[in-house]
Structures are given as C-alpha cells and as structure tokens.
C-alpha cells in the first residue's frame, strides 16, 4: 500500500521568479497533486498557500527543491 501525506504550505515567490512555472515543474518532476487554496500575485509580489499531497519522500524533496529555487516555504497551520 502506498502511503501519502498531505502538507500545506504558504510558497513566498521573490519578484525575480514569479513569471516561472515553477508550481508546473513541482507536479511533474514530483508527481504531486497540488491544490491553490489561496493565492495572491502582482508584479513585485507572489504568494500561494497550497495544499500538496504525495508519498512523503517527494513531497518532502519537492519543497526542498522550491526552497532550492529561491522560493521561501512556510508551514502553514490550522486552515480550513
């Protein structure tokens, strides 16, 4: 049996990045499921919160490898 967890986190995007796709390549190098749950973006500023849901280990290397990206990651807790 396959055991997947689900995390949601706020993803904090420096200007310099918010016309990447990087919520695209999230999904397809780490085959997450991904769900925007809020979302706010202008042209100095972006941020998501998401809800992102897969095996642990990829989860867990799909924000390691945003946060490698220059996206700041932070837990976000007790939303509905």
């Known amino acids: 049996m396959n055991q997947t967890v689900q995390r949601r986190v ?3 995007y420096p200007p310099a990045l918010i016309d990447e796709p990087l919520l695209y390549r999230l999904i397809q190098r780490f085959g997450l499921l991904i769900n925007i749950r ?3 973006v202008e042209a100095g500023e972006a941020w998501l919160i998401v ?3 897969g095996p642990p280990e990829r989860v867990e ?4 490898w945003m946060q490698g990206q220059g996206v700041l990651v932070e837990p976000v807790e007790g939303l509905p």
């Open 10 to 12: 706020k993803l904090i």
């Open 38 to 40: 809020r979302a706010h």
């Open 51 to 53: 809800d992102l849901e």
């Open 61 to 64: 290397e799909g924000l390691a």
